[in-house]
């Protein structure tokens, strides 16, 4: 139990033998705090050295034979008092590490054509409505019709609504028709139309929960990224409320 406790206060577990065994004996040479700790001789002088190293044991000489004896154990006691004063000092620099390191988005990067199906399932998980910009036209010039019918099934079936701006050509005005189910709630798709040849998006960029899901709608250029951080999807919320509203003034003209 005794040995337990001093390994618990820092000590190897063969410095706890040697170290308990020496306060038994009350002080001592090697050769018989050797046989009470169980320990070999050898490997008991080394440690006896490392010991007196650390402060907790002294030597002298007696009768031309090295002794050993216990320093105070209030020092072994106040050597961890030390070590956690020392550990409080430091934790507010730790807690502002791991304080900062909370706010660092996190960014997954996608490749490919599973890749891209990857972020598409990934928008799947909101909870709330899914915002963004779209290229309703260019879409299907990277993912599979097949796909993208079973993404919008399954996105209705969750309830989740979307709101999508997109550039305003006739194939993207066919789009919900192509690939939606019928008789979907059209309460749950929103499209505002705007000027392609003002804003041509090239890429998807859907906003949902705390998170950004980046899209390229470029055949040559196949790859994605999420980014997770609540600062992050709060402002592209924000610019896109405002992209919104502007769209809708635009469509109310």
């Known amino acids: 139990m005794v040995i337990a406790e001093l390994q618990a206060l820092g000590l190897q577990q063969e410095e706890a033998k040697v170290y308990y065994a020496l306060l038994q004996l009350g002080g001592s040479y090697v050769s018989a705090i050797a046989r009470k700790a169980g320990v070999h001789r050898v490997v008991c002088y080394k440690i006896l050295d490392e010991l007196v190293t650390k402060g907790l044991v002294s030597s002298f000489l007696k009768n031309g ?4 004896a ?3 154990p209030l020092i072994l006691v106040r050597k961890e008092q030390e070590k956690l004063e020392r550990a409080q000092k430091l934790l507010p620099e730790l807690l502002s590490i791991t304080n900062a390191l ?3 988005p996190k960014i997954q990067y996608y490749e490919g054509l599973e890749g891209m199906k990857n972020i598409f399932e990934e928008t799947l998980t909101a909870s709330g409505e899914l915002l963004g910009y779209t290229n309703l036209e260019d879409i299907p010039k990277v993912m599979p019709e097949d ?3 079973d993404y919008a099934k399954r996105k209705i079936a969750k309830g989740l609504k979307t709101r999508m701006l997109s550039p305003h050509t006739p194939q993207a005005l066919r789009y919900l028709e192509k690939y939606y189910p019928r008789g979907f709630d059209p309460n749950l798709v929103e499209i505002l139309f ?4 003002e804003f041509h998006f090239e890429y998807e960029i859907t906003i949902y929960g705390e998170k950004v899901a980046i899209l390229s709608l470029n055949p040559e250029e196949r790859m994605g ?6 600062i992050y999807a709060r402002t ?3 610019v896109f409320q405002l992209a919104w509203l502007g769209a809708t003034s635009f469509v109310a003209k």
Do not use: C, D, G, T
């Open 194 to 197: 705007v000027n392609p040849r």
């Open 65 to 68: 034979i090295r002794h050993f």
């Open 102 to 104: 909370a706010y660092k």
């Open 236 to 238: 592209q919320r924000a």
């Open 225 to 230: 990224l999420i980014i997770e951080s609540p």
């Open 70 to 72: 216990i320093e105070s």
């Open 147 to 149: 796909f993208l019918r």
